[in-house]
């Protein structure tokens, strides 16, 4: 059987996976906070019909050698940490990261999860929450009676409440950041959790010790880049269908070797 059937389907595989990536990164365009992702690749192991340096006669030797190949595998899919765009919301709650740095939330189960999602809420009780009503940790809770509430680049919370003209800090918003953020565990609902590959999770206060700041009323947006993406989508398919044309070539061979007559 030749061995470029088995060949083509590992990159016929390996392109779906390119595709699937890029369509999930497409799809997530408009999500406050998401990281693209980008599908990585390495070549299978290598059939060898002779080594490099073996002896083609008593005074010389194969400078290359024959190995043919055997495919291709993926090997990770890695999310790509920079800097989104910023939006200007207007909303006193939403808060974009400019740096390193992810907001901690709190989970039904006690948990805490990561995110760089910043556009939070008030629940019945005041308390700072997310889409899902998950709390922001450190929690925050805003006075009923508060006018205004002022977040600043380090993370203080200040409100001002009715009756009162000076500012009262209420709270402190801290930041985490890892040695390998890419090793984190993707939840959904932009929710991530530390692995042994992220590290142990590292607090303190923004723009401190390498973390970023913050921005009020501000989101941070996808880094998806739809030209990019697009671009990514045709090569893959291209790709896809150049490995399936191998398919369709190894099979019009051995269809010609099972006509041959003595």
């Known amino acids: 059987m030749l061995r470029s059937l088995y060949t083509a389907s590992t990159g016929m595989l390996a392109q779906q996976t390119q595709i699937d990536t890029t369509s999930n990164n497409i799809a997530n365009v408009n999500t406050i906070g998401y990281k693209k992702q980008r599908a990585e690749f390495a070549d299978l192991m290598y059939q060898v019909m002779e080594h490099a340096g073996s002896a083609t006669s008593t005074t010389t030797m194969s400078p290359t050698g024959i190995e043919v190949g055997l495919g291709v595998r993926p090997t990770a899919i890695t999310k790509m940490f920079s800097q989104g765009n910023f939006q200007e919301t207007g909303n006193n709650l939403d808060l974009a990261v400019t740096g390193n740095g992810f907001f901690q939330i709190e989970l039904p189960n006690g948990n805490i999860a990561y995110t760089r999602n910043g556009s939070f809420k008030l629940d019945a009780n005041g308390t700072v929450v997310n889409s899902d009503g998950y709390r922001l940790l450190p929690e925050i809770t805003i006075p009923e009676d508060a006018t205004n509430v002022d977040i600043g680049i380090d993370g203080t919370v200040s409100v001002v409440q009715a009756g009162q003209t000076v500012a009262n ?94």
């Open 169 to 262: 800090q209420i709270g402190q918003i801290e930041l985490t950041n890892f040695i390998n953020p890419a090793g984190l565990h993707a939840l959904g609902d932009n929710l991530l959790i530390n692995t042994e590959a992220s590290g142990d999770p590292v607090n303190g206060v923004a723009g401190q010790n390498g973390l970023g700041q913050l921005r009020q009323g501000f989101v941070e947006l996808s880094n998806v880049q739809l030209v990019v993406e697009l671009t990514d989508l045709i090569t893959g398919q291209r790709a896809y269908e150049a490995s399936s044309k191998a398919i369709v070539t190894s099979d019009e061979m051995l269809q010609t070797v099972n006509q041959l007559k003595r």
